[in-house]
């Protein structure tokens, strides 16, 4: 009896040393992870709802869609010849030399691997410093590529012995920017928050070859490149985030009621609603300022990937989540984005009014906001639209002026009443 005992206790300490032993190691791999993480999975919620946002189309950046065989085998060339590229820049252009610079990339990369690999939130066993440094090196190449056309004359001019910036002789066509659908698609695929490398992969190598080039500008503290244009899209005066309940009237309702919105050349998150006193409210309408933004093929891609690293990333605030919300509650159907594109705040070059509603109303769906950074905005539009003299204006509006029909019918109405009104009149001062 007493051995059946102390079986019992062993097998209950083994399994409680087990148990113990597992979740020591998960919290350990909980905490490693989701200390460095910065480079995400689209949760599934999202993806399922147009998978074609996050999925990139022609080059495969870091681990998590190298493997993607739809993606074009030839890309894999064209990143070999930017590396080649890049690595001429640094030398003469003999082997020797890029050699050199090669090895010191690599040597680099073999000590960068296993904290790269902490960037990212799940297991990438595929990932190594043949990858660091080729991925690297083509975003390096095709961003000072950019940088040399879009500042032309900025373009310092070295012996051809020194570390250049020209452009290998051999190379005549430029595969990516010389090919209009490839450049646009190529730019896509670079703001895919799974198509990403660690920024600081991207600073290593910045400092070993185009740190080295005269005149070019030193890289701030960044997750990785989607961060950056994240970074570049906040506002200059951050509005301030609470949490929002009530839903704003549409653009159409706000409309009726008196509102005019303007479209103006602020930042993006420069959202501004005002209206006067009662006795001005009669002669002047109230006024909704919202930054002018344009629709194109790439706009849904653009704020999709931008929402999902905000929901995704924790410590990053959540301003295009929000202003995603703000033009979900303005635009509800093909009225809505009318009345928006008249006033100049959205320019449509989707195509049809509800393309671009679809776009709007699909964004949020299986989002999370916390803090909504114009819940003061939307307050102020939500009280203006329930007094009394909107709500009427509102009314009238729709009842009478809603289509050139009613609009007609009420003018003869009127008519009508004015022509009884005078014979009224006149018979009574006979």
Known sequence: MSQDIDCCKQALQSLTATMGRKISEGAQKTKESFSSACIYRVPEELRKLKESAYTPRLVSIGPLHSKDKHLESRMQD????????????????SE???LAVLEECVKEMKLSVEDAKKCYTEEV???NEEMLVVDGCFILELLYRYYLLTHPKEEPTEESNEITNEMPKEEIIDPVFDISLMHITVQHDLLLLENQLPFCVLEKLFHITVDKIPGVAKPKKYYHILHIIHNHCHPLDPPKGEYHRELMPSASDLDYAGVKFVGTKNDLFKVKFTYQSCLERCFQRAHFEISTLSLYDSTELFLRNLIAFEQCCP?????VTSYAFLMDMLVNSAKDVEVLQKAGVIQNYLGADQDAS????KLCKEVVIEKFFFSETCDQAIKYSKRYWPTAVAHVRRKYFATPWTFIAFCVAFIVFGM????FVRNFLK
């Open 125 to 127: 066993d595929n990932l």
């Open 78 to 93: 064209i990143k070999m010849s930017y590396v080649n590229s890049l690595l001429c820049r640094m030398t003469d252009g």
């Open 315 to 319: 410590g990053v605030s959540c301003y």
């Open 96 to 98: 020797v030399c890029k």
């Open 358 to 361: 679809d776009l709007f109303n």
């Open 420 to 423: 009884s009104v005078t014979n």
